[in-house]
């Protein structure tokens, strides 16, 4: 359940759209409390009550996107510059589409590609197709698709959690590992790559092989990211080129 309940500020649009400078800083929200129902869990409840009283959640449903994660790259791309017209753009893990919602604003008359485990409703002036991004053959599926060199692949995709976290962080690197071996394929030289990653969890090898083949690393957190949340993001700027690796 999404529906805000009670009296509400609305956050500041003009404070979205200029992300840099966060949502609604400034302003008050009257917290809502939820209950604890009988067939509820406690960490369900908690879940309910950070929803309603999450301004990026009120203001997403406001302006039509699928979700809060849609203001995150709005501020990446206020940082990176990167969404423009005529882009192409790969989007691993698009489910369930506000990513796609802000590229296909940003980007008119680019080629827009996402790929989940999840089939979505269609977003216009997009292309989304159900597949694995651990498998190579649905992998080849989406090179066939692109009309040439992409400016970009992102990914916002996320390891369900086991509550062990080396377990976790193997599962966290081994997404960006393989968006990282996709995107070195289909990059154009100078393109950019951007993956959800946790704070801590890059590991140097990583690191490293990422330092070879763009010229610029950097972890990226943005203020839409919640403040318990250990995500940040991993940019990696201006693509050297396929065969940038030593050796």
Not at 88 to 108: E, F, H, T, Y
Not at 213 to 223: G, T
Request: charged share 30%; proline share 4%; aromatic share 4%.
């Amino acid at each position: 359940m999404k529906r805000p309940i009670g009296p509400r500020s609305k956050p500041d649009l003009s404070k979205i759209e200029n992300t840099s400078q966060g949502l609604g800083q400034g302003q008050r929200n009257l917290a809502v409390k939820v209950k604890t129902a009988k067939r509820r869990k406690i960490a369900s409840t908690q879940w309910l009550e950070r929803q309603l009283n999450d301004p990026y959640v009120a203001e997403a449903k406001r302006l039509g996107y699928r979700g809060r994660a849609a203001f995150k790259l709005l501020e990446l791309d206020e940082r990176l510059k990167f969404l423009k017209p005529n882009s192409r753009i790969v989007d691993l893990g698009c489910a369930p589409g506000g990513w796609l919602q802000v590229m296909s604003n940003r980007c008119k008359s680019g080629q827009i590609v996402g790929i989940d485990l999840q089939e979505i409703e269609p977003v216009p002036g997009t292309l989304s197709v159900v597949g694995d991004v651990r498998d190579s053959d649905d992998m080849e599926r989406i090179r066939d698709l692109l009309l040439g060199p992409v400016d970009a692949v992102v990914s916002d995709m996320a390891a369900a959690s086991t509550g062990h976290s080396q377990t976790d962080h193997m599962r966290v690197m081994h997404l960006i590992t393989i968006s990282y071996e996709f995107a070195r394929k289909v990059l154009r030289p100078g393109g950019l790559f951007l993956a959800k990653t946790l704070r801590g969890g890059s590991d140097n090898e990583l690191l490293a092989d990422l330092k070879l083949s763009f010229e610029r690393v950097r972890h990226v957190k943005p203020k839409s990211s919640r403040d318990d949340s250990k995500e940040t993001f991993l940019v990696c700027e201006r693509f050297r080129g396929s065969n940038s690796e030593a050796g």
